[in-house]
């Protein structure tokens, strides 16, 4: 078997190695396009997969001959340099998880090793005529040419929220900063590393508060807010002679994902019950008590709204008999109890939150596919809020603590509710495209089980509380903060 080969066969490696990478690590677990930090790393890869996008579709069936064979050596130069840039670049604004690590080692080993085959075969190429001479190999150079398309559109993809993500940053600079506190606090976050707490610890040291965050990977969060923060990784760590005075709680497991079996459950349970439970009982031993606990919850708590009933459900509406509703409740219990150690406590009960992180983007995928519609018989309520109007209440609530009283629940929703299927025109209109497509229910129940109800059932709900208390919501419709967002 030749070196060349060897070296296409070794390329077609380095095709599922790095597509792999790109939709696990950079798409789905490190969300590399919704990451403000990542816009340098993906102006990187965009180029590289340009470049691996040429190599791959120029090789799959052509030597390169003559003066070509210097053009490839100088590509294969400037990939070099790029790849230590990116490994650069990925050590300076994020720490990388060991799977993506390895992966990323033996992409690094594969590339050299087929980069090195080619290069031999260049002295030979460039005592031919100039010419890039059709070699066809079969079946292998197809899927050389369908990996080069592959890549490619993923450059493609990686230079737009390169783009995208210089807007929002030149965007966020032009947004006023929000005031928690005439003076410097220290705060506890948990949840930190989450959609909501990154944006929330940010602001806090915008501000100038002393963050401390609790976090299971506690390098991680330190490395993500560039040292700015203390981490922990569990209450233990936390002595009770430090001087905490606001505790922002906003730590819980994904609800939606995996079935809710009975370990699900229980686990959803320990990530909510369970770690404000640590935190109230830390609360009990501080020689210096936090004066005000904010602790996150979700509309959950209401149940699910029969279909045709339109009631608008305030802060006072009961929960029901069932799994979601009695997370939540059981969630409000727990902080609540820190209200016997003399602390304020104010709960969130979040509608669906809208951000460039969460699940905005899902919600928009098939939306720009032109398969946006009706979920399921399409009117159930949709209650939701702009990621910014959650920072922007939590410091309503931390300015008027003083208000707080024995009832102190907030529905962190917008003013505007409107049903799914309203929220799918809307957001069709706006990206330009139809909606006229259903996705019946069943087979979503079928898949789900009873965690479908978060998808095909809803809650009216309204933000009496805060309203009652002169907060003014900058996005109090659908339409001015779809606009924002996308």
Not at 149 to 175: P, T
Not at 191 to 201: D, E, S
Request: charged share 15%; aromatic share 8%.
């Amino acid at each position: 078997m030749n070196t060349h080969l060897i070296a296409l066969q070794l390329m077609a490696a380095q095709g599922l190695l790095g597509a792999f990478d790109t939709l696990y690590h950079h798409e789905l677990t490190e969300a590399l396009p919704q990451r403000a930090t990542a816009r340098t790393e993906l102006g990187i890869h965009c180029t590289r997969a340009l470049i691996y996008s040429l190599l791959f579709v120029g090789l799959s069936a052509w030597a390169w001959h003559g003066a070509w064979a210097i053009v490839l050596l100088l590509v294969f130069g400037v990939e070099i340099v790029l790849t230590l840039w990116d490994f650069v670049i990925e050590d300076q604004t994020r720490l990388l998880p060991a799977t993506e690590r390895v992966t990323h080692t033996v992409l690094a080993i594969n590339g050299g090793a087929f980069i090195t085959l080619l290069a031999l075969n260049t002295p030979g190429w460039l005592a031919e005529p100039t010419q890039m001479l059709w070699q066809p190999q079969g079946w292998l150079s197809v899927f050389l040419a369908a990996c080069g398309i592959g890549v490619g559109l993923s450059g493609i993809r990686d230079g737009l929220a390169a783009l995208r993500l210089k807007k929002l940053e030149a965007k966020d600079q032009a947004v006023s900063p929000i005031h928690f506190s005439d003076r410097s606090e220290q705060v506890l976050v948990t949840g930190a590393t989450g959609f909501i707490g990154q944006l929330l610890v940010r602001a806090l040291l915008a501000n100038g508060q002393q963050v401390t965050v609790l976090s299971r990977n506690p390098r991680q969060a330190a490395w993500k807010f560039d040292g700015k923060v203390r981490a922990i990784s569990s209450m233990d760590e936390l002595p009770v002679r430090q001087r905490i005075d606001v505790i922002i709680n906003l730590a819980g497991a994904r609800i939606l994902g995996w079935r809710w079996t009975e370990k699900r459950k229980a686990e959803l349970r320990r990530s909510r019950t369970g770690l404000t439970q640590n935190l109230v009982n830390w609360i009990r031993q501080a020689e210096h008590k936090p004066r005000l606990l904010i602790s996150a919850s979700a509309i959950g708590y209401y149940g699910v709204q029969a279909a045709g009933n339109n009631t608008a459900l305030t802060e006072s509406a009961p929960p029901q008999a069932i799994f979601m509703s009695d997370l939540c409740r059981e969630w409000e219990e727990a902080s609540n109890s820190a209200s016997s150690e003399g602390v304020k406590v104010a709960t969130m009960r979040f509608g669906l939150v809208l951000g460039q992180q969460g699940a905005l983007g899902m919600m928009l995928l098939p939306i720009k596919l032109g398969l946006g519609g009706a979920l399921g018989r399409g009117s159930q309520w949709l209650s939701w809020i702009h990621v910014h109007d959650i920072l922007r209440g939590i410091a309503h609530i931390w300015q008027h603590e003083g208000q707080l009283s024995a009832q102190n629940a907030y529905n962190f929703t917008a003013p505007e509710t409107l049903s799914q299927k309203q929220f799918s025109v809307v957001a069709a209109k706006l990206l330009h495209r139809p909606a006229f497509f259903p996705t019946p229910g069943g087979p979503m129940r079928l898949m789900l089980g009873e965690q479908a109800d978060l998808l095909l059932e809803g809650q009216r709900v309204v933000p009496k509380r805060l309203q009652a208390e002169g907060f003014a919501f900058e996005y109090a419709d659908l339409r001015s903060a779809l606009t924002d967002l996308i």
